[in-house]
């Protein structure tokens, strides 16, 4: 089995950064194809940004040239560097990724979700 983990959410105002984690654990496994997913209230989740393992970036629209995810593979964890931040980015925050487990086996993974509130 494997476990991804959020961290890093919090309340911040207008025009501030954070920074979120996620840790993905466990055993026999190798993370592929990684990604931030985010949901506002009464919204749909929605794609904020992907990497892949050799480090290929991806973003939304409304994201590109604020946000910045990254990976170290060596520790299983990927980031979302969050600059700029804008009230419309307050949502929930979800980590997703591709992972291959002993035997092949190829399953999609979530993470529990991190709560971003930007408000002044």
């Known amino acids: 089995q494997v476990q991804l983990v959020e961290s890093g959410g919090g309340l911040v105002q207008p025009g501030g950064s954070v920074r979120l984690s996620c840790v993905a654990s466990g055993s026999g496994f190798i993370v592929y194809n990684m990604g931030w997913y985010r949901q506002a209230a009464g919204k749909q989740r929605e794609l904020v940004a992907v990497?892949?393992?050799?480090?290929?970036?991806t973003y939304a629209d409304s994201v590109k040239g604020r946000y910045t995810i990254s990976r170290d593979n060596s520790k299983n964890t990927m980031y979302l560097q969050m600059n700029s931040l804008k009230p419309e980015d307050t949502a929930v925050y979800y980590c997703?990724?591709?992972?291959?487990?002993?035997?092949?086996?190829?399953?999609?993974?979530w993470g529990q979700g991190t709560q971003v509130t930007v408000s002044a």
């Open positions: 997703n990724a591709d992972v291959i487990r002993t035997g092949w086996v190829r399953n999609d993974y």
């Open positions: 990497i892949t393992r050799g480090g290929s970036t």
